[in-house]
């Protein structure tokens, strides 16, 4: 059975198949967030440090720390907004980390500071990713994001999409780095674009898991891209994602209707033993009005619930770009 071990100073998580969903909380990302770049730029971290709390007391297992506020000079002035934003977040929650960044450099000051077995995001199959980020998963130990695309830009061919997968896993592998050590995103398009983005997906990510054994990810909120409502989009997505075998994605837990899917696929999955976390969120709920979905019960802003894109990649289909 595929598991990839990730964790902070005090937290192991799991990443697996026989697992509960991974929810990769989104929201410390600049891109497209201009309130957030300024403060993040002018050393203000009140935003991060909401949002970190925030994102742990709605049910993220992990948090996507990203620092790309600009894409001027970003290898000056993201390695050192990287490791401070880490820092201050790692200070305040013990959930493992994603490091979110396309400087090298900036991935491995964050390495150096990181507390526990953080995930890098992300390597793609471009020769000069997989030469630059590959030999520093292996140096540190940790596991690493992959994404489906190369040189060629992103395919809207699947079989492409899988072929760029299973060379970087072939690549890692000459790194000494195992297969369950690679996360792959397959990249979800826009179903208002491509009428077939779901059922692509769904068959990608069996495939992966059949034939490479490696778990996946994806940035969730790409499947309802130009469409309105998206939010009803996003959680009618999940359950059918994690049913094709999906065990982590890059979202916003903060959006209840989304967390509900989440603990919703974990409990008809099997994952969520004797329903356990399913009544312990909402033991006490009590519908509201107008139909709003269930809140879960207060946690402590430190504690997870767990068992989930920057400048220089904000355009790029694969997600964990934080929406308002």
């Known amino acids: 059975m595929t598991r990839t071990i990730v964790a902070s100073a005090t937290k192991e998580i799991i990443i697996g198949f026989d697992q509960p969903f991974c929810v990769i909380g989104e929201r410390i990302n600049p891109t497209g967030r201009k309130k957030l770049a300024a403060e993040m730029q002018a050393g203000n971290f009140e935003t991060v440090i909401k949002d970190a709390l925030e994102q742990v007391a709605a049910g993220a297992t992990m948090l996507d720390i990203n620092a790309g506020v600009t894409s001027v000079n970003p290898n000056e002035t993201e390695p050192g907004l990287l490791v401070q934003t880490m820092e201050i977040v790692q200070g305040l929650v013990d959930v493992p980390l994603a490091i979110d960044s396309s400087v090298t450099a900036a991935i491995e000051a964050a390495l150096k500071v990181a507390k526990g077995r953080p995930l890098v995001n992300s390597v793609t199959g471009e020769e000069e990713k997989l030469e630059a980020i590959l030999p520093l998963c292996a140096k540190y130990n940790v596991p690493v994001v992959a994404i489906s695309n190369d040189e060629t830009g992103i395919s809207q061919d699947p079989d492409v999409r899988f072929a760029v997968a299973k060379k970087i896993v072939e690549r890692a592998m000459d790194y000494g780095i195992k297969p369950h050590d690679i996360v792959v995103d397959p990249l979800v398009m826009p179903i208002g674009a491509i009428g077939s983005a779901g059922l692509q997906v769904f068959a990608l990510i069996r495939r992966l898991r059949e034939e ?113």
């Open 212 to 324: 490479l054994k490696v778990n996946t990810t994806c940035g969730l909120s790409n499947i309802s891209f130009g469409l309105p409502h998206r939010h009803g989009i996003n959680a009618g997505f999940i359950p059918m994602v994690i049913g094709a075998g999906m065990t982590s994605a890059i979202m916003n837990p903060c959006r209840p209707q989304e967390m509900e899917a989440v603990r919703a696929a974990n409990v008809l999955n099997g994952t969520d033993e004797n329903c356990y976390n399913w009544i312990k969120t909402y033991r006490d709920y009590k519908p509201a009005e107008g139909g709003a979905h269930a809140a879960p019960a207060a946690a402590p802003a430190s504690a997870s619930t767990g068992g989930g894109r920057r400048g220089g990649r904000a355009a790029r289909v694969g997600g964990g770009a934080a929406t308002e």
